[in-house]
């Protein structure tokens, strides 16, 4: 129940906080009580009043009363909470450092690279008033610029190059509450989750690549409250963010052409521009949200599409006899500026050019030598036959061979797989994972192939880029490739061989450079001993082979089971010696992800103050008869329950929205519509 006298008081401050006047004051949190921060007499300001009432009502009674914060950071105070982070006392928020800095640059080189000049000119303009932050897409600090150590003398002394600052971790902050949402988040002083933040205000904007994916964040924190009206400086960071974007599409495409587009001159160098990456022949590859928002078009209907005039754009863009793109708009429709040209000067598309271009050129391979090749080992924890395998991978794929990746579900093939992309020469690039177990039979050939404009009947308008073509210069990941009908092997041995593709309806075929790795936990040998499977695209695939050992097997849980608490934002939280010895000679049959689902259940149902997991944390009947431990029986069925049930409220709590359950689960997109094909009755 809400006792009064509280609810009253923080009544009385959020109705001052509403009508509050600019303020900033010099003020120093230190003990519990929020008198204790300030000098005597001096103003007290009401959010943070507000903030600090609320906080003293969650510890007093262990809830959050509902109706008195803005409701963005309502929504992630209760995320903080169900995380189990404390508002009080974050001594035992460790930072998650990352191990190298070296490998945390080299992993984000791209990023770093695009966004140096506007954080030296962030620095010069606003390095005074506070911090200028860069992390990446986990929310770890790649970058800081400004007065680190003034802050530091303030309470913030865990900001520096390898803190991580996920939501999960630290609770409400701009960084990581940016990323959960996906769009800026400002965040006004005592709206901070941990008490210790609160004099600091922050905003955020998350960056995101050509693809449209979040590749990092961009903050600014500065000392006192958030001004009420956009200043200056939360300008500024706007407009870099949008600068970092715009570079994002050169260091993306070196081969393709940037156009900046909008309807009135005056506004081509602005922030407003559309931007597009388009191929010698005008086919759109890329489109920045400015573009999508002039043109009306989301991204992949823009992707694949050609300037071709009114019909399809409102603008043609083609080349020239001299090689320069030529871009013509309809009269009055747009003005255009080419960004950047491609860096080898420009001809006819033709095949030879362009696989040449393509190709990781010799900048991108030295930077793949020294970039995540650690990521491996980590991934290969100690096993030593693992990681030998994976190097030779590693190496195979850098010299054009496919890789096939092989063992029981939920051992890691997907996780090994992008690890081996990230690792290999073409870091950077696209990596592109199609599930050929997850696509309904009849949509997988226009999926891989793609299609073009009224190849079919119900065909989307302006046809559509195959996934074989997105990962164009990157990775093709083909997960449960045993999965894939008969006759779709024959035409995709054909790309692997002849290394072209053509869309549906389209009769001219297009060069293709892609790295290949394929998984499955089937036997491949049996299925083509059996003429499931073709033979020659067994050969074709099966070019360095990588065994993932089963759980059972390893001898190395205990640094998974580490990895997964780290990723399940409780790095904080240990696990007894039994539930360790548990855990070392159960036979998981759902391998690496049943253990992860075994720890979310744990995670869930321990109380807050207990950091560490034992064996009253497992579901019942885990270690005795009712969880046995032979593959295939009882203890699926339990872990699958508990499973379906995560699932289940993940969707209900997203409204349906898949994408965010599956963000929230941490599985793929597809990896959760096959479990929901599970679900269904
Ligand atoms: N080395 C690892 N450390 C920590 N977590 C891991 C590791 N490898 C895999 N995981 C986690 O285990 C789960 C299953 O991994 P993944 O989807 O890659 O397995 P899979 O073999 O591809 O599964 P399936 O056969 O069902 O497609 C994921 O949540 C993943 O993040």
Redesign the pocket.
Known sequence: MDSPRHLCEIRRAFSHARHRCRWRTAFTLKGDSLQDFFPPGAAIPDRLQTTHLIRERLRAEGHLPEGYLRSEIDASWRRSLAHGVRGHDDALVSLREFGNLDDLHAANRMLLDAASPELDFLEERCGREGLVILADADATILRVEGDAAALADLGIFDVSPGATWTESLRGTNALGTALVEGRPVAIDSGEHFIGRLSRFSCCSLPITDPHGNVIGVLDLTRDGQLPILHDTPSMLIGAAANHIETRLFEAFFPELFVLAFHPRRPYLDSTWSGVLAVRDDGEIVAANAQACDLLRLSRSELAGRRCEGPRELPFTALLDTAGALRVAALPGEYAFRVLRAPRRAATRFDGARSVQALAPNAAAHTRAQTANIDGLAK?A?RQSRLLRALQMARQGLNNGLPVLVQ?E????????ARGLHDASARAGKPFVAVNCASIPEGLIESELFGYRDGAFTGARKGGMTGRLMQANGGTLFL??IGDMPLHLQARLLRVLQERKVAPLGAGEEQPIDIAVIC?T?RNLQTMVREKSFREDLYYRIHGVSVH?PALRERDDVDL?VE??LA?LGASQVGISAELADVFRTHSWPGN??QL?MVLRTALAVRADDEYELGLDHLCDGFIDGGCPTTPGTGSRGLIRKHEDELIRESLARHEGNVAAAAQTL??SRA?LYRKLKRLRP
């Open positions: 991934l924890g063992g579900t939920g051992t890691g093939k997907e996780v090994i997960d449960e998984a936990h993932l998974i990895s997964l990723r690496i992800r992860e941490g599985i990896t």
